[in-house]
């Protein structure tokens, strides 16, 4: 099975990378691909699968992932 990570600082979803962003997530899971979401911590992307992991990655400084 192959494995992606998706790197995506924020979820908003009125945004246009974040619709895109969860477009190609949801077909990676549906061509059975493990799929590693990085993301800033208490984002709440809409997407619950067995094959995906969301870890939230924290900076120190600076407002971008």
Known sequence: MANIAIVR?????YGGVEK???AIIKELLDMDV????LTL????W????PHLQ???VCISRG???
């Open 9 to 13: 600082s924020s979820y908003s979803s």
């Open 20 to 22: 895109i962003t969860l």
């Open 34 to 37: 493990n799929v590693t979401l």
């Open 41 to 44: 911590p208490g984002q709440q």
């Open 46 to 49: 809409p997407v619950i699968h």
């Open 54 to 56: 969301t870890v939230p």
């Open 63 to 65: 407002n971008r992932l």
